[in-house]
């Protein structure tokens, strides 16, 4: 088989959607592979991975994003469901939850104004663009309602998308070793610290954890999406003034 020929058979199959969704399936698998084989050290975080080697794929190739969408977006798609299907593991944890409803509720909006209020008013007093603090501050907060969030107030979804995923990735390779570090130790406190500042990335490594784990980060997750999408849109504009 000539270069040229391969060339061709490149080009029709990377115009074909589920060239893209099957390699998305691979390279995952592959990453999970790695981690099993370095016995779930979090460094050797399966995202992380995934999105490396897709990324390093696509450059590669001289594929566009849209083109690569087109063909994994059922992935995309199937984050709806999975969300949904996290309430399963958090409703056999309904005792317990009923039982820290005080401090979790604490927890939530404490956390949640630190992640979003720190983050722009650092980006602020550092020089950054109006548009890149806003796009900053829903970054502990899953994609979706982040971008939505970002685009309402003027900022950049796509900017805001890879500060999500970027600190999704962050506090699932060193949240879980600074908290236990700190004398945290508690199944549920963990996961709910991950899940409210790493989103889903933080509640994926959650789950790795225990079940408890995971149910609760499952629960500050969707608890932090709604109450930024409400506080944001009221807080930065008050912020915003003191800042320049």
Do not use: C
Request: a positive charge; hydrophobic letters at 55%.
């Amino acid at each position: 088989m000539t270069p040229e020929s391969m060339t061709e058979i490149w080009v029709y199959l990377s115009a074909q959607p589920l060239l893209w969704l099957t390699l998305t399936l691979a390279v995952y698998l592959l990453a999970l592979a790695l981690h099993r084989k370095a016995k779930g050290h979090p460094v050797i975080n399966p995202v992380l991975v995934s999105v490396s080697i897709l990324v390093i794929l696509l450059l590669v190739t001289g594929t566009p994003y849209q083109r690569y969408f087109d063909g994994a977006q059922f992935v995309h798609f199937l984050l709806g469901p999975t969300t949904v299907a996290l309430a399963v593991p958090l409703h056999a944890q309904l005792k317990r939850l009923l039982a820290m409803g005080g401090p979790l509720l604490i927890a939530l909006v404490v956390g949640s104004l630190t992640a979003a209020l720190s983050a722009y008013a650092i980006g602020a007093l550092l020089g950054a663009s109006t548009p890149t603090v806003i796009s900053l501050a829903p970054k502990s907060v899953t994609t979706p309602i982040a971008m939505g969030v970002a685009e309402r107030l003027g900022g950049l979804a796509s900017l805001t998308a890879v500060f999500v995923i970027l600190t999704g990735i962050f506090g699932a390779i060193f949240a879980d070793g600074i908290l236990r570090r700190l004398g945290v130790k508690d199944d549920a406190s963990i996961g709910f610290a991950l899940g409210l500042a790493s989103h889903g990335i933080g509640t994926a490594r959650a789950f790795q954890l225990s079940e408890q784990t995971g149910a609760f980060a499952a629960l500050a997750m969707g608890l932090n999406g709604l109450f930024t999408a409400i506080a944001l849109p009221w807080l930065l504009p008050l912020l915003a003034p003191l800042l320049r």
